[in-house]
């Protein structure tokens, strides 16, 4: 009976020591917080497909671009639909509110390219989360900034069609240039475009001078750019409305009518053109609109809308991608050397294929602005070394 009494007490006295043992004297302070915990990565919601490749839009299907956007989407699946493709499986995902969320969804989904997004401003997040996850984005952007490894830029660049213009200016022996730029970023691509056509073509930049946005601005530009001498072609470096203001006061007064307006590619689609007289004989250069008519009116009668002209961006990625998924397999990485084939790609604008620095080049035709139309002056080329 004593054993077992000393040996309970025993016991007693070891848990005890083991219980002080395994104390810890914690000094007087704020008590030690745990490290939050890190949110779980986004859940695919879309079923396992190991036979089509996933393909992620990322384009604003709300907010103020919600139009342009779907339009852009509509296209897309205009695309699908038109070519019977069974090998891709094309998920829209919205970028209104936060373009790499949407990014982030679309990798967890296991999309393994991603066409877009629209803005130039989106580029940096998507690529951002893109590009840790290894999944190539072709966007349709115009911001040749934003191109780079695996970020190939889609979007049709200012500086083509500044230098298409030119190459034909200077082929009608014309070899002075002066220029309006709006001033930003779009302005800052067209004035470099413009001295890096006019010196490869041999000729000068004699005037340059920036504006803001407005009519006063506008104004003093033109009235600057009229007190100087020596040029004689114009570049208006801006859309339809703008340029038919500043060209209406640069050609007031009845004076410099031997200097040849020139525009860039936001020229396009604009009504203002046909309607300025002082814009009449102007050239610029933009992608052929021989496709457009017939797209648009399948368009129409599927949607019951006209659709937005950027909109054949989304139908020609669809079709860039299933001639790249002739020989990329399901499951494997996106084969990005195949982006750099020479030949290039054809689609509803035209020929076109990407440079190593991932940059959009296009075959591009010259229009001149005449009395209530359009015609065209140099036709675009067939395909690419014509």
Known sequence: MIETRLNRRKLLAAAAMALVAGCTVVPKGPAPTAPAPKPAPPVSEIPV???RHRIALLVP???????????????ATMALLDTAAKGLRLTTYDTAANPAEATRKAVADGNTLILGPLLADDVPAVSGVAKSA?????SFSNDEAA?????YVMGNLPGESVARTVAYARSKGITTFAA???RGDYGARASSALLDAVRGEGGSVVAM???DRSSASIAAAVARIKAKDGYGALLIADGGSLSARAA???????????????????WSGERELTTTPALRGAWFATVSDSRFAQFSKSYRSRFGAQPFRIATLGYDAVLLTLRVARDWKPGKPFPASAMLDSSGFL??????RFTRSGMVERALEVREVAAGGITVVSPAPARFGE
């Open 209 to 211: 001078e920036p504006y």
């Open 61 to 75: 299907v709300s907010g103020p671009n919600a139009g342009v956007g779907q339009s852009i989407a509509n296209a």
């Open 134 to 138: 290894k999944v190539p984005v072709i």
């Open 147 to 151: 191109a780079g490894r695996d970020v």
């Open 180 to 182: 309006l730029v709006p």
């Open 49 to 51: 497909d190991a036979e």
């Open 248 to 266: 209406g006061q640069f050609r007031a007064g009845g004076g410099r009518t031997s200097v040849k307006l020139l525009g860039t590619e936001l």
């Open 347 to 352: 689609g509803l604008d035209g020929p076109f």
